[in-house]
């Protein structure tokens, strides 16, 4: 009966394999396979309707199932639609990164030299900064003179504390520090403000600072705008509260 069926649908042939090489049925073609065992059976011992309502019960799960993988692929498109809109628009706004480096090799598999912010909120009378890979295993050490308070620029070279290239990948900076006082302090990732945007595949970039930044390690997007105008609101209020106070 299997192979009546197969001569009379043509499934399993030459010309049909070309135009489904992976043989997968869909819905259309379970429905004509149906039909054609319908129209072929035995008259004198026909197929049990519960056979067919199971059968049929089938083709509507894989029509669902279509519909739904239809879906799905529709509101994956949108989603990356919006984040492709969202990184576009930030353009010219301010980002606050995680403190996350992307490390990546050159062609000839040598690292690419990495420069980052960081921000202190106190004068700096010593410290490190040490950076881990995905793994959290201490890779390098950078030492912190005296520097003042604000941004700072580092650069790393991409090796390790021997001297050897370290793998790409993901690292985290940790950054602390002494105030003048003594007191322990951490810095932190500054602002930058973002250049362009650039897509690879499924990834989105931000170029900050001269470099490119996965939109994955950004924590926040704002206006500068507004973090200035928040700033004058609060030194006016606090220069009433003085003159009140007087």
Do not use: C
């Amino acid at each position: 009966m299997a192979d009546s069926i197969n001569s009379l649908s043509g499934f399993g042939t030459a010309t049909d394999t070309a135009v489904n090489p992976k043989s997968i049925m869909g819905k259309d073609d379970f429905m004509k396979l149906l039909l054609t065992e319908l129209q072929h059976q035995d008259p004198t011992s026909p197929m049990d309707s519960d056979k067919i309502l199971s059968q049929t019960s089938q083709l509507a799960q894989l029509e669902s199932q279509d519909k739904t993988n239809k879906a799905l692929e529709a509101l994956t498109a949108s989603f990356a639609n919006n984040q492709n809109f969202s990184a576009v628009s930030s353009i010219g706004k301010y980002a606050k990164l995680e403190n996350t480096l992307a490390l990546t090799n050159d062609s000839a598999g040598k690292p690419n030299a990495i420069n980052f912010e960081l921000d202190f909120a106190e004068d700096v009378k010593s410290g490190t900064v040490k950076i881990y890979d995905e793994n959290f295993f201490l890779v390098k050490t950078l030492k912190i003179e005296e520097k003042d308070a604000g941004k700072q620029s580092f650069n790393w070279d991409g090796t390790n504390d021997a001297g050897e290239y370290v793998k790409s990948g993901s690292h985290t900076v940790v950054a602390n520090y002494l105030n003048e006082d003594g007191v322990k302090l951490k810095g932190e990732f500054g602002s930058h403000k973002i250049e362009s945007v650039k897509f690879e595949g499924s990834e989105t970039f931000l170029k900050l600072g001269g470099t490119y930044v996965s939109f994955e390690h950004v924590k926040e997007i704002f206006d500068k705008e507004e973090v200035e105008i928040v700033e004058e609101e609060v030194a006016e209020d606090e220069k009433d509260e003085e003159e009140e106070t007087v």
